[in-house]
């Protein structure tokens, strides 16, 4: 059965350095998505992305933030200059706006 | 924010129905109920979804009341590693949402031996 892939499974890093979490959506997956979850607390919506541009995001995807899809496989998130509270799960999730979205297993990100 | 309500946390015996409620008292025509459910810090698990009728699939049932105001969400055979924290989501088809789901608090389900 095919699913979303994400790499890595932990990134630890300093403060103020440049992350970006990669995913592998379902190849014939046409949105794709980043949430992210900080311990404890609920599931948050990132962004979609739809046709090589971003179709939503939230409050919290502000100019640190950047997605792309550099070729026809990878969906890519890019944290700038992360900060503490950037310290989280991040999930990649894919499918299209009529049918189910499956969720990746994560990448938890650890910044010092 | 959800348009969601369940309950804080649930218990259920191993082997029995585990019946999830879940209130969408201002949920509209054109919106499904989606349940995933979460196993620690893993990926939402999609587990099933519907519109007004009645669902079940492999993992579970769902159960929608006929003004669509609320549904149950029913694992017929809990077992332990059904142990998770469960979330109804009301997700718009098509429009404008681009489909993203909004996450409350869930129900956390404990499945004991």
């Known amino acids: 059965e095919p699913e979303v892939t994400q790499t890595p499974s932990h990134q630890v890093t300093q403060m103020g350095q440049e992350v970006i979490l990669r995913c592998v959506p379902i190849?014939?997956?046409?949105?794709f998505y980043w949430y992210r979850q900080i311990l404890g607390q609920k599931v948050e919506f990132l962004v979609s992305?739809?046709?090589?541009?971003?179709?939503?995001k939230s409050e919290i995807f502000d100019d640190q933030f950047s997605v792309e899809r550099p070729d026809g496989s990878n969906f890519t998130l890019k944290i700038r200059s992360t900060k503490l509270e950037d310290s989280a799960m991040y999930f990649c999730?894919?499918?299209?706006?009529?049918?189910?979205?499956?969720f990746g297993p994560g990448t938890r990100l650890l910044v010092l | 924010d959800a348009k969601t309500t369940q309950p804080p946390s649930m218990d259920c015996a191993e082997g029995r129905a585990a019946n999830l409620p879940c209130n969408h008292s201002?949920?509209?025509?054109?919106?499904?109920v989606y349940w995933y459910r979460q196993i620690h810090s893993q990926g939402p698990q999609y587990i099933i979804h519907?519109?007004?009728n009645n669902e079940t699939n492999e993992m579970a049932s769902l159960i929608i009341t006929e003004d669509r105001k609320s549904s149950t969400l029913i694992l017929p055979h809990a077992t332990l590693r059904d142990t998770a924290v469960y979330y109804c989501?009301?997700?718009?088809?098509?429009?404008?949402?681009?489909?993203?789901?909004?996450f409350g608090q869930g129900t956390i389900l404990t499945v004991h031996p």
């Open positions: 999730a894919s499918g299209t706006v009529q049918e189910t979205q499956y």
């Open positions: 190849s014939n997956h046409l949105y």
């Open positions: 992305f739809y046709n090589n541009e971003i179709s939503e």
């Open positions: 201002t949920i509209s025509g054109n919106e499904y």
């Open positions: 519907g519109l007004k």
């Open positions: 989501i009301v997700r718009e088809a098509g429009g404008t949402s681009y489909g993203k789901l909004t």
